[in-house]
């Protein structure tokens, strides 16, 4: 059995991030749980579905990857309005898609408790953007909780489990990318029992918000929050140590990066820390009570300044005098690293030698700034962009699709692993805003411009979000072509099953749905499905889908290749180049850049090791000067 099913406590495992908040949820007795995978809250989810598969007696809660986070966060709120512990989780950007109901889940709240888990990405490390999930909790009202690192996150999440039921509203948890991923020795306690059946109570005049209903659930939702913002005060999240006149205020992991630099600095008897583990809604009074007996306070947090906002509204409320300094309003350098010189940014994630810096800067602290280690005389490291895998489908499919229109079409793309089609030598990727907005926007585009536009989605996003903007395509008779790149997998978050995988080859139980059949059904006339790596009928079929006049499809269906290794693993020989047939044209390299391949002497090669015998480069090389390795 997996220890994370272990059925008793006593004992300490180390732990990710995200371990952990399985591990909290299972003793919290987790009953149902849903969401849409996306870095770095990933692991969350593929734990509570491997161990699912794995010991199906043992786990017992219920567990399904939604289609997105909107419905993920609606099915959920089902069973929690039922009476069921309920765990929903997504990234920060999912909390986006899943703003609608979660608004007006605010309103209705629970049977039981609902734990929300909302990952932010600072630095942006597998992202499009770098918000901040905390508005969230402000905007909606709802209670938020901010674990500086597993051990927290494990005990907040049984935390947030029961307030959650004893408020009857859901319950935000904000993690960041370094508490997500990072690992910690987390002591186990005796998983509850969780209740796993229950029946659904009708009470219209609360769960049908009609406006006359919301008019009252809004002012139930303020008396939740003065509830709530009583366990802000008094619970055991918020709290102070250290003493002197100067003061921090800090919350999530930076808080760990201020304990580090008060030891660096031997500072420790000087400067006194409120640490914010609820934050929202957040302990006003306990905030004032630490402005009054300090000089100075630096606040120390990731992304938007909410804290130092409230903390400045505070004093000026209660009169306070003290000097309270945090962000700065310059932009700051293109680097993760790199602070303004006095004050942290708005941008990035922080680092403990940052916030060593601001914080002796601040207080006049002494402080000697290291010296890196110099990389003088050492040879530059080569570079490594990110790249589409050797013998991956999509690099076919740009090919095939550029072979067709060159650079004379626009390309709007979508949230995958062929967003790297944006790197050259494809260079084939225009515009992209989020998940499913290659189709929408190709309307625009083509309705404003007459430009042929032929955009992609993968087959995960195109069920996550690209079906409405399909249909409303159809309807108001858009002319563009949509390549959908089916790999059978969601491979940019770890390989989940979406609708539209082949539920056999992974031995799920649930049911896959035809993705060209869901096409045709939404009205689409001309609909085609290739093999990428069938180079001469790919391009012949996409021309023909680019030449008609409306909404054409085409898709592109070839495994993931590391997705296959598991799932129909295939022996194909490795290809190698001839050099007595090689002319040096160089078109396997200038046009698809695959990374098997490299040049020596002006001549391309092909690394054995990691050629996996795709057939793309063999296919274009006009001398046939690529053969498979011979046994």
């Known amino acids: 059995?997996?220890?994370?099913?272990?059925?008793?406590?006593?004992?300490?495992?180390?732990?990710?991030?995200?371990?952990?908040?399985?591990?909290?949820?299972?003793?919290?007795?987790?009953?149902?749980?849903?969401?849409?995978?996306?870095?770095?809250?990933?692991?969350?989810?593929?734990?509570?579905?491997?161990?699912?598969?794995?010991?199906?007696?043992?786990?017992?809660?219920?567990?399904?990857?939604?289609?997105?986070?909107?419905?993920?966060?609606?099915?959920?709120?089902?069973?929690?309005?039922?009476?069921?512990?309920?765990?929903?989780?997504?990234?920060?950007?999912?909390?986006?898609?899943?703003?609608?109901?979660?608004?007006?889940?605010?309103?209705?709240?629970?049977?039981?408790?609902?734990?929300?888990?909302?990952?932010?990405?600072?630095?942006?490390?597998?992202?499009?953007?770098?918000?901040?999930?905390?508005?969230?909790?402000?905007?909606?009202?709802?209670?938020?909780?901010?674990?500086?690192?597993?051990?927290?996150?494990?005990?907040?999440?049984?935390?947030?489990?029961?307030?959650?039921?004893?408020?009857?509203?859901?319950?935000?948890?904000?993690?960041?990318?370094?508490?997500?991923?990072?690992?910690?020795?987390?002591?186990?306690?005796?998983?509850?029992?969780?209740?796993?059946?229950?029946?659904?109570?009708?009470?219209?005049?609360?769960?049908?918000?009609?406006?006359?209903?919301?008019?009252?659930?809004?002012?139930?939702?303020?008396?939740?929050?003065?509830?709530?913002?009583?366990?802000?005060?008094?619970?055991?999240?918020?709290?102070?140590?250290?003493?002197?006149?100067?003061?921090?205020?800090?919350?999530?992991?930076?808080?760990?990066?201020?304990?580090?630099?008060?030891?660096?600095?031997?500072?420790?008897?000087?400067?006194?820390?409120?640490?914010?583990?609820?934050?929202?809604?957040?302990?006003?009074?306990?905030?004032?009570?630490?402005?009054?007996?300090?000089?100075?306070?630096?606040?120390?947090?990731?992304?938007?300044?909410?804290?130092?906002?409230?903390?400045?509204?505070?004093?000026?409320?209660?009169?306070?005098?003290?000097?309270?300094?945090?962000?700065?309003?310059?932009?700051?350098?293109?680097?993760?690293?790199?602070?303004?010189?006095?004050?942290?940014?708005?941008?990035?994630?922080y680092n403990p030698r940052l916030v060593r810096q601001v914080l002796a800067k601040t207080f006049g602290f002494k402080y000697k700034n290291t010296t890196p280690v110099s990389p003088k005389g050492l040879p530059a490291l080569p570079g490594r962009p990110p790249n589409l895998c050797a013998g991956c489908p999509h690099r076919a499919t740009y090919y095939a699709v550029k072979e067709v229109l060159g650079q004379d079409a626009v390309y709007p793309t979508d949230i995958g692993c062929y967003t790297l089609g944006l790197l050259p030598p494809i260079s084939m990727a225009d515009f992209l805003i989020c998940m499913g907005s290659s189709v929408s926007s190709s309307g625009g585009i083509s309705r404003a411009t007459g430009q042929k536009v032929v955009s992609f989605i993968g087959d995960s996003t195109f069920f996550h979000s690209g079906l409405t903007g399909l249909a409303n395509a159809v309807h108001n008779n858009h002319n563009f072509t949509l390549v959908i790149l089916d790999n059978g997998t969601t491979a940019m978050t770890g390989h989940q099953p979406h609708p539209g995988v082949d539920t056999e080859k992974i031995g799920d139980s649930t049911t896959h749905i035809d993705i060209e059949g869901v096409v045709r059904g939404l009205g689409v006339q001309h609909v085609t499905t290739i093999k990428p790596l069938k180079t001469k009928s790919s391009i012949a079929a996409i021309k023909e889908a680019v030449e008609f006049q409306g909404v054409s499809v085409v898709i592109s269906k070839e495994l993931c290749p590391l997705y296959a290794r598991r799932v129909a693993p295939k022996t194909r020989k490795p290809f190698q180049v001839s050099e007595a047939k090689c002319k040096g044209h160089l078109d396997c390299i200038k046009k698809v850049a695959c990374p098997a391949m490299f040049l020596e002497n002006g001549k391309a090669k092909i690394n054995s090791l990691q050629c996996i015998g795709c057939a793309l480069c063999a296919q274009i090389c006009p001398e046939n000067a690529i053969l498979p390795v011979k046994a």
Request: proline share 6%; net charge positive; glycine share 6%.
């Open 1 to 349: 059995m997996d220890k994370l099913l272990t059925p008793s406590g006593g004992k300490s495992h180390l732990l990710l991030g995200n371990e952990a908040i399985v591990r909290g949820a299972l003793e919290a007795g987790l009953a149902f749980a849903t969401c849409y995978p996306g870095t770095p809250s990933s692991e969350v989810p593929d734990t509570l579905y491997r161990l699912k598969k794995q010991s199906p007696e043992a786990a017992k809660y219920y567990f399904e990857y939604s289609t997105n986070e909107k419905v993920a966060l609606e099915c959920a709120s089902g069973a929690a309005a039922a009476g069921l512990r309920t765990l929903c989780t997504m990234k920060h950007v999912g909390l986006n898609v899943a703003a609608d109901p979660l608004m007006t889940l605010a309103y209705v709240g629970t049977q039981a408790g609902m734990v929300v888990l909302a990952a932010d990405d600072p630095s942006m490390f597998s992202s499009q953007n770098e918000q901040d999930s905390r508005y969230y909790a402000r905007l909606s009202g709802l209670p938020m909780f901010e674990p500086a690192d597993p051990v927290e996150a494990k005990e907040m999440v049984k935390f947030a489990f029961d307030l959650s039921e004893e408020l009857e509203t859901p319950v935000l948890l904000r993690t960041t990318t370094r508490v997500n991923h990072a690992r910690e020795a987390v002591p186990f306690a005796k998983p509850k029992t969780p209740k796993l059946q229950s029946k659904f109570k009708k009470d219209p005049m609360r769960f049908v918000t009609v406006p006359a209903v919301s008019r009252k659930l809004h002012l139930r939702l303020m008396q939740i929050y003065d509830k709530a913002q009583a366990v802000s005060e008094k619970g055991p999240w918020n709290t102070v140590s250290g003493r002197g006149k100067l003061g921090v205020i800090t919350s999530g992991v930076a808080a760990h990066y201020v304990s580090d630099a008060l030891d660096d600095l031997g500072a420790k008897t000087k400067v006194k820390v409120l640490k914010i583990g609820m934050s929202w809604p957040l302990p006003e009074k306990k905030i004032a009570n630490f402005l009054k007996t300090a000089d100075k306070v630096l606040v120390v947090e990731e992304l938007e300044p909410l804290l130092e906002n409230a903390c400045r509204a505070i004093a000026q409320r209660d009169k306070i005098k003290v000097e309270i300094v945090g962000k700065s309003d310059k932009v700051p350098a293109q680097s993760v690293d790199v602070a303004a010189p006095d004050f942290f940014s708005r941008a990035f994630e």
